[in-house]
């Protein structure tokens, strides 16, 4: 719990500044930590546990010193387990409240579909993700498709895909209160990169073009979420590979060929503000938790926090560095060298406040600075 992350920090100790990591290409390459993340995180912490040795079978135990969150684009996990895998990852203790993914902010539409059948598509969990959230009736586009005889015609050709089959009472891969012929779909939720893009732009435009009922007339569109609009990003490939932006231009041509009225959708993540603000919440509740446990708040001055400085360290200009100079004041980016952006000259188009090779260099700076 967030409590225990900060058992031992004294009010005076209370930083004017928080950082937020991004995790593709600036702590990660794939699943491997990157630029010294293990050693820079370590040191964000008190003194406690022993050292850290990147393999990690063993966490450091120390409360944190200084607050902060990941705010990655990607996702496909519930925060839970994220968290627990990035502790596993980077020999850190890592609350699931310290994790914000692109699909995070999807809690926030519960109300309007808690009880509508919605289908949650991508890589990972994405229906677990949402039935965390309080979805009660989503699907995954796995188990939605299957309901659906040859609705993808290449499936007898993708020697991955196991034969799924609906409703089948020893898999229950279904519920029985959800009847896929009957009900529509309300929505679509894009959590992570989709897995099998030509079936999932198959699904997607049956269920865009006939109002969430496959294979009957043309209907009112549903609506379209994307956790974010990431064009490319940074895993272990040399290169950059490309994301769920390219998803989304992908199936926005599609379906702007094959239907009269172009796809509407709305996208989340980096660089929206309010992903941005939504952070600097989230530290201010961080720093709350740490008071407050420190015993030293009173419930006059909680909520009251204010940070001198937000550090965004991102790989990628146009989508953290453009994020953290649209959301201005308190923000001051840095763009390290170990992702999307590799050049030695700061970006033209969205320069960072600082450039460095390595996330530890920027944590170095930052300490060095504030302490
Ligand atoms: O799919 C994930 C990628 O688009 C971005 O991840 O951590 O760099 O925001 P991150
Ligand atoms: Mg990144």
Request: with cysteine; aromatic share 10%; proline share 6%.
């Amino acid at each position: 719990s967030i409590s225990r992350l900060f058992s031992d920090v004294s009010s005076h100790s209370t930083p004017s500044f928080g950082i937020v990591f991004d995790i593709d290409g600036v702590v990660l390459r794939g699943d491997t930590p990157i630029g010294g993340s293990p050693q820079a995180l370590r040191k964000l912490y008190h003194d406690s546990g022993p050292i850290l040795i990147p393999t990690l079978t063993f966490l450091n135990d120390g409360a944190l010193k200084i607050p902060y969150i990941f705010l990655t684009n990607g996702g496909g996990f519930r925060e839970s387990n994220r968290a627990s895998e990035l502790s596993k990852l980077l020999g850190v203790k890592i609350s699931p409240s310290q994790v914000v993914q692109g699909h995070s902010p999807f809690k926030q539409l519960v109300d309007r579909y808690e009880n509508e059948l919605v289908v949650a598509v991508g890589k990972g969990e994405p229906a677990a993700v949402m039935s965390e959230y309080g979805f009660k009736n989503v699907l995954s586009i796995d188990d939605y498709a299957s309901c659906f005889d040859n609705i993808d015609p290449l499936a007898p050709y993708k020697k991955w895909t196991a034969r799924l089959t609906c409703h089948d009472s020893t898999t229950k891969l279904v519920p029985p209160k959800i009847n896929v012929h009957s009900q529509r779909v309300q929505a679509a939720f894009v959590l992570s990169d989709s897995v099998d893009w030509s079936r999932d732009i198959q699904v997607l435009c049956d269920i865009f073009r006939t109002g969430g009922l496959p294979g009957r007339n043309f209907g009112h569109q549903p609506q379209l979420y994307f956790a974010h609009d990431d064009l490319a990003y940074q895993a272990a490939f040399p290169a950059e590979r490309l994301g769920l932006g390219a998803f989304r231009i992908s199936l926005e041509a599609v379906f702007n060929r094959v239907h009269p009225h172009p796809l509407e959708y709305t996208t989340y993540g980096k660089p929206n503000p309010f992903v941005l603000k939504n952070a600097e919440i989230l530290l201010q509740q961080l720093v709350q938790s740490l008071q407050h446990n420190a015993h030293v708040v009173s419930h006059a001055s909680a909520g009251s926090h204010h940070f001198k400085t937000l550090y965004m360290i991102g790989d990628n200009p146009s989508v953290d560095i453009k994020g953290a100079q649209q959301a201005g004041h308190p923000w001051f980016s840095i763009l390290t060298r170990t992702g999307v952006f590799k050049e030695k000259e700061n970006h033209p188009q969205f320069p960072a406040n600082l450039v460095v090779d390595t996330v530890e260099e920027a944590v170095d700076y930052i300490l060095e600075k504030e302490c």
